[in-house]
Every structure is written in structure tokens, then in C-alpha cells.
């Protein structure tokens, strides 16, 4: 697929997305959630790529909001299939991608710009950040998983605070409450990110994988976390990187992970 919406180019086996639309604050429409949903499914399918890295393009937002525009006038029908086809194609698959996904989040993360990140795997933002859910001042509730994910996040009572004010809080905010891992300055946003990653990359990827789905596994009230996690675990045991491990361990040396 060509993009039109986003930037995406693979470097050191890191996916860098930027969703490039700048003048609109980088708003998600139906295009750009098209383009997402082709770069996650590239990221999961392609072994090259060990970790993603998504922002916004410019100074001034990671993602300000969804387009409303688009579906202004939608039906009860088309705001389900709204949300319903959003939550499968881009945001669940996101956090069900088996590669780390780290959302740097340079700017405003509104509404449906918060949910993207809180979908990503680890959130780093910049200290000009400022993040909120405000759909209720549009006669909405955050559809895209922002109920969930925030309450999972954040517990609760923050969550309730937060969507039913609508209120924005600063990046020092949403790390002290635990919306995200860390506050970089600006400047030093893509680089925290890529320290991070370049990180996860010196792991095995099948072990991380694993600990991907485990973990997301202790919130899914359909699955056993603890099942999720015997199963993952003994699969590692029939991984060439288990035994690269260890071996490399015993020898006192750095492991060579290829991801078998």
C-alpha cells in the first residue's frame, strides 16, 4: 500500500510511523486508520522488524482528536461499525501486536489521539505534552477503547474524573497517575523512545512476544492470565533462542537472539 497519511520507514529493525498531517493537528480519519491498520499488520507479519515507534508529525500534536467531520451525521449503525471496526483493524491490533510498540507522544494526545497511545505497549511523552478525552463535550464517550484502557491505566476514579470533566492534564500529570512510562524534554523524545527499543531489541523476540500476550492476557476476562502465562512460558523451552540464552549465559558471554 502507498500511503498518503503517514510516514513509514523501517531503520535498525525499528517501524517509524509518523502520521503526517500536520496542518489538521494530525487528526485520525478513515484513511489514516486504513494506513495504521497496513503498518501494524506489516509490523506483525515482517521478522525484520523487532519494535515500532509511533508520533505525530511536527511540534504540536501527536494525534488532536478523530476527524469529525467524517461522521457528524452518522446513524446508531454507523457509530458502531465505527468503533467496532477501529477497535479491530488499528487499536486491538496494536496492543496485540507481538513486537513493542512505544507511542512518543509529542504534543496534544486528545480523544481518539489518547486511545492510540494507550493502546501502544509503553507511552514516553514530551514535556509540552498535554493529553485528555474530551468526547463528552461533544455529546460522545471515547469509542475507540479509551473507557477501558484508561481505567485499566489509571484506576476508576481517575478515569470517571477524567472523561466526564474532559479535562486536559500535562504529561508531569499523566506520568505521576501512570498514563505514561516517562517526561522527556521535547527534543529528546525520539531518542528516549529509540533507547527503549534499541533495548528490547537485544531480547529475545520470541521470549518478548510471549510476555507481550501473557501480560496482555491478566486483563482479558475471557482468558487465564496464569494459563496464558504456563503456556507461553513452556513454549519458550522449544525456541532456539532459549537455548542461545543459556548457553551464552553459562559462558559468560552476550546471547546472539535471531528469533527461532
Do not use: W
Request: net charge negative; charged share 25%; proline share 2%.
Amino acid at each position: 500500500m502507498t500511503y498518503q497519511q503517514i510516514l513509514s520507514e523501517v531503520k535498525e529493525n525499528i517501524l517509524y510511523i509518523t502520521i503526517n498531517r500536520a496542518q489538521k493537528l494530525n487528526a485520525l480519519n478513515k484513511e489514516v486508520l486504513v494506513e495504521l491498520a497496513d503498518a501494524i499488520r506489516f509490523a506483525t507479519n515482517e521478522e525484520d522488524v523487532r519494535g515500532v515507534l509511533i508520533t505525530g508529525a511536527g511540534e504540536k500534536a501527536f494525534v488532536a482528536g478523530a476527524d469529525i467531520s467524517e461522521f457528524q451525521n452518522y446513524t446508531l449503525a454507523e457509530g458502531k461499525e465505527l468503533a467496532r471496526t477501529g477497535h479491530q483493524n488499528v487499536f486491538d491490533a496494536i496492543e496485540n501486536c507481538p513486537k513493542p510498540i512505544v507511542a512518543a507522544i509529542n504534543g496534544f494526545a486528545l480523544g481518539g489521539g489518547l486511545e492510540l497511545a494507550m493502546a501502544c505497549h509503553i507511552r514516553i511523552a514530551s514535556d509540552n505534552a498535554k493529553l485528555g478525552l474530551p468526547e463528552v463535550t461533544l455529546g460522545l464517550i471515547p469509542g475507540y477503547g479509551g473507557t477501558q484502557r484508561l481505567t485499566q491505566l489509571i484506576g476508576k476514579g481517575r478515569a470517571i474524573e477524567m472523561i466526564t470533566t474532559a479535562d486536559m492534564i500535562t504529561a508531569e500529570k499523566a506520568a505521576t497517575i501512570g498514563l505514561v512510562n516517562e517526561v522527556v524534554p521535547q527534543a529528546e523524545l525520539l531518542a528516549k523512545a529509540e533507547e527503549i527499543l534499541n533495548k528490547i531489541k537485544q531480547r529475545a523476540p520470541l521470549a518478548v512476544a510471549s510476555a507481550i500476550k501473557a501480560i496482555n492476557a491478566s486483563l482479558n476476562k475471557e482468558l487465564n492470565g496464569f494459563e496464558t502465562e504456563i503456556e507461553e512460558f513452556g513454549n519458550c523451552f522449544q525456541t532456539a533462542d532459549f537455548k542461545e540464552g543459556v548457553t551464552a549465559f553459562l559462558e559468560k558471554r552476550k546471547a546472539v537472539f535471531i528469533g527461532k
